[in-house]
């Protein structure tokens, strides 16, 4: 299966052209707004043909699929673009800038009949599918709270847009907030209600937030407390779901390999619990493919990405308002 990348990206190179791979897929294409840096990167990374005109991409036949990992602000108009060419799709997190402009690429998707998916790596993670697993066996009970540490130290080569650029979609919360969305969703089964948060600068953030803790409510009563941040250099990373018969604890698994510690803590007393070790990108592109050939669905679906930046964009209403908002999935 033949993709294009859109978007000459590090996540582009550092995970994703390694995932296509690796499930026998080939980025046969890359199309970035720079010229000089998409050949540069084509010939770094053994890409056929680079582009700066998506138009010329998507008019190729022997293209199937793209992967959309430019800025956050380019997503929706390359994902509608590539949608009306007939091409199966993976776009990158946040999906867009607004709740109504990615409901709009998921509708779309479904009109044109192509497969959309949002890469939220973290929910491929083993760790979490066994956190998940445990749950929906009632191992802790009923789950009463939750606390997702994601505060990490943006390393120097991301900091970029992410730290300076509002209009490219930079900031903590479209960044990480929108992933513990996504991982908290996925683990519960739930989308939460209404959220309370505070979010500032703590020394990185130019402009943008770098910092936000937040507290959400899930429909059952349950509630979540969430902490993301990009200047926190020895915070590590984990999360926590508390329940009336016991704890899960995970340390180190809000990232993006397969690492981390998982524990279950019951009045039996304290266990790990072991999980798989495959590629968090590559177990998702597996599911798109899959996907294309009318095997299952992906791992995250469009619908996902709407809803994990609802979620988001309700917490910087929520930080910014100092009020309790809704969140609006804007009926997706
Ligand atoms: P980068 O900053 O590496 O790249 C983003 C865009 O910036 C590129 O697509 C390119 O524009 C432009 N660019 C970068 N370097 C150069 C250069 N040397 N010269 C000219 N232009 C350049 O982005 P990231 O990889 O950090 O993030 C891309 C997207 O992926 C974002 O939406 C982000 O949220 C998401 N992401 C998702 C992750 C996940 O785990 N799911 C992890 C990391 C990022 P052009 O589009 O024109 O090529």
């Given at each position: 299966m033949n993709w294009g990348l859109i978007g000459a990206s590090t996540i582009a190179a550092e995970h994703m052209i390694g995932a296509l791979r690796a499930c026998g897929?080939?980025?046969?294409w890359v199309v970035s707004g720079s010229l000089p840096h998409a050949q540069r990167f084509a010939a770094e990374h053994g890409v056929a043909r680079a582009g700066d005109d998506l138009a010329v991409m998507l008019a190729?036949?022997?293209?199937e699929a793209v992967y959309i990992s430019s800025t956050?602000?380019?997503?929706r108009a390359q994902a509608l673009a590539a949608i009306a060419a007939g091409k199966h799709v993976i776009c990158e997190k946040?999906?867009?800038?607004t709740v109504a402009e990615a409901v709009g690429m998921v509708r779309a998707a479904r009109e044109a009949g192509v497969v959309f998916a949002t890469?939220?790596?973290?929910?491929?993670a083993g760790s979490h599918q066994a956190i998940r697993a445990l749950i929906a066996q009632g191992r802790?009970?009923?789950?009463?709270s939750l606390r997702v540490h994601h505060a990490v130290h943006l390393p120097p080569h991301l900091q970029g847009w992410r730290i300076n650029d509002a209009g490219a979609g930079g900031g903590v919360i479209p960044d990480i907030t929108v992933h513990d969305a996504d991982t908290v969703r996925f683990l519960t089964g739930e989308d939460p209600v209404d959220v309370v948060a505070q979010a500032g600068v703590s020394g990185m953030g130019q402009g943008v937030e770098d910092s936000v803790m937040s507290v959400w409510s899930l429909p059952s009563g349950a509630m979540v407390m969430a902490h993301e941040s990009?200047?926190?250099?020895?915070?590590g990373s984990g999360v926590e779901v508390h329940g009336t018969e016991g704890s899960i604890l995970a340390s180190?698994?809000?990232?993006?390999?397969p690492v981390g510690q998982v524990t279950v803590v019951t009045a039996a007393g304290r266990q790990a619990v072991p999980f798989a070790a495959h590629d968090l990108y590559a177990h998702g592109v597996a599911a798109v493919i899959a996907a294309v050939r009318g095997e299952g669905q992906p791992s995250a679906s469009g619908e996902d990405g709407v809803k994990s930046l609802a979620v988001a964009l309700a917490v910087r209403e929520a930080a910014a308002s100092g009020r309790r908002v809704p969140v609006g999935y804007g009926g997706a």
């Open positions: 897929a080939d980025p046969v190729d036949p022997g293209v956050n602000e380019k997503h946040p999906l867009a800038m890469n939220h790596h973290l929910r491929n802790i009970g009923t789950v009463l990009f200047t926190h250099p020895f915070a180190g698994v809000m990232t993006q390999a």
